[in-house]
């Protein structure tokens, strides 16, 4: 057997913790899983409880393939024992391992909540690890988020590296977008001081949210969206465009946004 590579995680998790990346999963990532010989997707680090992992394996079912295969990981042996009453194979099905991924080759890796506990100078060397092992073409979507799921921050990585910084919020809670400085992933969020990119970024997405608040009484969706327009006008290179702008996200090009 290879041996898991990592430290257990802390494994706090809850039921919808992870719906807004793993809905932005379906939309961003469908193609390549609909495209892959082998849809096999690893929940790495899923914590305490399958719970996460049994929605992840859900809602690629239902958005993307019926035959998408989710391997949910843990180094913890009690965790991985206390999942398999959640087992569905071979459709869900619970290992033991770490970032050398048990020796799968996946089309794709999601890890929340699991690199927030690391120092920043090990965050490359697990990317590497992570990507090094995924089939040809597959991505890694690492991130963090809070433990209700309200706020959220994450990476889409492939070997080469970083490609994009999606920020996300459940807007009938967002007092202001600076709050989601608190779940920037682990590469930025001791960023977040003047200087840095990411710093910067908030900064404007903030002043922009202030901006639009003549658009409140029209309810948050309508103050986000200006809000993100303002940002994009402003020069930041925000993907997308309204149609995932309405769900509380914000996604832009890593270059715009890495550590200095």
Known sequence: ???????????????NRLRRVDNWIVE??????????????????????????????????????????????????????????AADPPWL???????????????????FNVLRQY???????AWRAVTGRLAPGGLLVEGTCDELGRLGGWL???PAGPRTLTLAAK???????AELAERLPKALIHRNVPGEAIHDLLRDLDDAWRSAAAYAPFGPRQRWLRAVAAVRDAGWPVADGPR?????????????????
């Open 171 to 177: 807007l009938t809670t967002l007092g202001s977008p």
């Open 28 to 85: 961003t990532c469908g193609g390549r899983l609909r495209d892959a010989a082998d849809p096999l997707v690893v929940d790495l680090g899923y914590g305490a409880t399958p719970v996460t992992a049994v929605e992840l394996r859900a809602r690629l079912a239902a958005g993307v393939r019926a035959d998408v295969r989710v391997v949910g990981l843990e180094i913890d042996p009690v965790r991985v024992a206390a999942a398999q009453p």
């Open 93 to 111: 099905t619970f290992a033991r391992g770490g970032f050398e991924l048990a020796g799968l080759q996946p089309a794709l890796v999601r890890a």
């Open 244 to 260: 995932r702008w309405r769900h509380g996200e914000l996604t832009v090009d890593w270059s715009a946004v890495a550590p200095a």
């Open 119 to 125: 120092d920043e100078a090990e965050v490359a060397a």
């Open 1 to 15: 057997m290879v041996r898991p590579q990592g430290v257990v995680t802390r494994g706090t998790t809850n039921p």
């Open 156 to 158: 889409l990585i492939d």
